[in-house]
């Protein structure tokens, strides 16, 4: 069982910056592969990024490739997400989530989620 805490959320302007930090309970974070979704308002659920295991590796959707960062602590049990040059069509609720396979074929976990509100 693994039980995931998004934080770093918030309301920040065009061109701006937020990092945002899953925190994963449990001895076993290193061996899930985690990534970020997220869902705007009347929207499906959108893939940001993953990472595997020893952080080693990572996917981004087409919309931030350039723009964000996904990275993960093991020893903190922490994966990040770093958000540079922010949008307002970046505006979502964001979720991390975590899988025990590479590449994820679906998610095991899912936090509860963390609101990201980019004002133009």
């Known amino acids: 069982q693994v039980q995931l805490v998004e934080s770093g959320g918030g309301l920040v302007q065009a061109g701006g910056s937020l990092r945002l930090s899953c925190a994963a309970s449990g001895r076993t974070f290193s061996s899930y592969a985690m990534g970020w979704f997220r869902q705007a308002p009347g929207k499906e659920r959108e893939f940001v990024a993953a990472?595997?295991?020893?952080?080693?590796?990572?996917y981004y959707g087409d919309s931030v490739k350039g723009r964000f960062t996904i990275s993960r602590d093991n020893a903190k049990n922490t994966v990040y997400l770093q958000m540079n040059s922010l949008k307002p069509e970046d505006t979502a609720v964001y979720y991390c989530a975590a899988c025990s396979g590479w590449p994820c074929r679906g998610y095991d976990y899912w936090g509860q989620g963390t609101q990201v509100t980019v004002s133009s």
């Open positions: 990472i595997n295991w020893s952080g080693g590796v990572t």
